[in-house]
């Protein structure tokens, strides 16, 4: 698929870019076997428009690499919203923004011609029907081989990640194990 546009940007459009990060931290590392670069994404999500706030939504896992990781969200342009990883007994884990990135979207709705979620998750198309009811213009950025159809009808404009392989990194190789 390539990128669906019904409704055209424009340079004068207020825009909030809401960045489902481990959707698409997941995303690229089982299609790919790379990784996102932020930096790149967010030029992609904001095309030239004005950038009205940009909000990277982490889960804090409490790994080695978290800390230059979200280092590098800041300095890419991103404010971060953490939220600790939840282990629940028996082993199961859960860490979703889903809840908060909405809330946040149409609290900052009023300041805001576009919304633009980055995030592959059906869960939203709730909040694209909501917010194009309210007079916003709704774009979903992300891996079209793993973003919900639903989510891809629904939005406005759906930018394809697939076709836009400068937002993708090589995973660092692991060292193999000595003996």
């Not at 340079?11 to 790919?32: E, I, P, Q």
């Not at 916003?136 to 836009?164: H, M, P």
Request: aromatic share 8%; no cysteine; glycine share 8%.
């Amino acid at each position: 698929m390539t990128d669906k546009i019904s409704i055209s940007q424009r340079k004068n459009h207020r825009v909030g870019v809401f960045v489902d990060v481990s959707n698409m931290y997941h995303s690229a590392r089982n299609l790919y076997n790379s990784r996102v670069n932020f930096g790149e994404l967010l030029k992609v999500a904001a095309t030239g428009r004005e950038l009205v706030r940009a909000v990277a939504y982490v889960i804090k896992s409490d790994t080695p690499e978290e800390k230059s990781f979200f280092e590098a969200l800041g300095k890419a342009g991103f404010e971060l919203k953490m939220k600790d990883l939840q282990i629940f007994p028996g082993g199961m884990k859960k860490g979703d923004w889903d809840v908060g990135i909405s809330i946040d979207a149409i609290s900052l709705s009023k300041q805001l011609d576009v919304v633009v979620i980055v995030s592959g998750d059906g869960d939203f198309v709730p909040l694209v029907d909501y917010l194009q009811h309210s007079g916003l213009i709704v774009e979903v950025v992300g891996f079209e081989r793993s973003t919900s159809a639903k989510v891809i009808e629904a939005a406005n404009n759906f930018i394809d990640l697939d076709q836009q392989r400068k937002v993708l990194m090589r995973a660092p190789r692991r060292k193999p194990k000595t003996s």
